[in-house]
């Protein structure tokens, strides 16, 4: 298997193609599509790869790396499988590929910012294949989490992903546009990977991006328009104490000069990644 796994990584590296969809090299999205056909384990035993690959299996793998060259399909649509926090997720094309820095946090129990203890209740807010919800009610095993989303088609696949992590009973899927449908309630921590790319980085992005769905990128002209409604609405829904987590990626640096006076404290990862954010809910309230 090690010499069909080179095989398909030579292919791939050949056909100038984009990496970043949770994979960063060619290696390691030929092993993903050779796992995935064989039908493996993960994480992989040593003895899988003396494993013979048969012929009917390496025409599913020629198939396979067909769409990846071709059609630009990220190697996570094509598996459906991915992993954050060091959990296992379903992923299709409804819903964002999961790569946030966030997943570090969230293994830390978002400390130091908060004491994990007194966490009761969490809102993720756009929350797509639920991944950062289910990470977080895994991370905090008391708390309850409210995952939102405006798209029926992503709550679709965070409703997968909540039943095979068996967290329905802490695990709320909620439809709302920001914090629409949430009139009344509050949190200890309210975190968020929102749509952030604004108009002409969205139009200069490889082709693998445009499998995704275009709601989760695309933050108007600017790519703001959702950090202004979380930046604007999310001091009403926080108990006094509480935590704002946001990524906004690339667009850090504007969010920095459009809020010149607010106190952002920007997060480091030692995994890699950047661009987000946090805020008490005291600095929250003070935003204009």
Not at 65 to 81: A, D, K
Not at 134 to 152: F, G, M, Q
Not at 185 to 198: E, F, H, K, T
Not at 233 to 252: D, F, I, K, M, T
Request: aromatic share 6%; proline share 6%.
């Amino acid at each position: 298997m090690r010499t069909t796994i080179a095989g398909a990584a030579r292919r791939l590296a050949r056909a100038g193609l984009y990496f970043g969809h949770g994979t960063d090299n060619a290696r390691d999205d030929a092993a993903a599509i050779v796992w995935h056909v064989l039908d493996l384990p993960v994480p992989p035993r040593p003895r899988d790869y003396s494993r013979r690959v048969s012929r009917a299996a390496r025409r599913g793998i020629d198939a396979l790396l067909e769409r990846r060259i071709h059609e630009r399909v990220p190697v996570v649509y094509l598996t459906q499988r991915t992993w954050f926090a060091g959990l296992p997720f379903h992923v299709d094309e409804r819903v964002l590929i999961p790569r946030s820095p966030l997943a570090e946090l969230i293994e830390r129990r978002f400390a130091p910012w908060i004491d994990a203890r007194r966490v009761a209740d969490v809102l993720d807010l756009g929350t797509g294949s639920g991944c950062i919800a289910i990470a977080t009610a895994k991370a905090l095993p008391r708390a309850r989490v409210d995952a939102t989303d405006i798209s029926a088609d992503a709550l679709e696949v965070a409703a997968i992903n909540v039943r095979r992590h068996r967290l329905g009973r802490r695990v709320r899927l909620v439809r709302s546009d920001h914090f629409a449908a949430l009139a009344g309630r509050a949190y200890d921590i309210i975190v968020s990977n929102p749509p952030y790319v604004g108009a002409e980085e969205l139009a200069a992005l490889p082709p693998e991006y445009w499998h995704e769905p275009r709601g989760a990128l695309a933050a108007g002209d600017d790519g703001l328009d959702s950090v202004r409604v979380i930046l604007r609405e999310a001091g009403r829904h926080l108990r006094p104490q509480g935590l704002l987590v946001v990524e906004v990626g690339n667009s850090a640096a504007l969010v920095s000069r459009k809020y010149p006076r607010v106190p952002f404290t920007w997060l480091e990862f030692e995994r890699g990644g950047g661009g987000v954010f946090v805020l008490t809910a005291e600095q929250v309230r003070d935003v204009r």
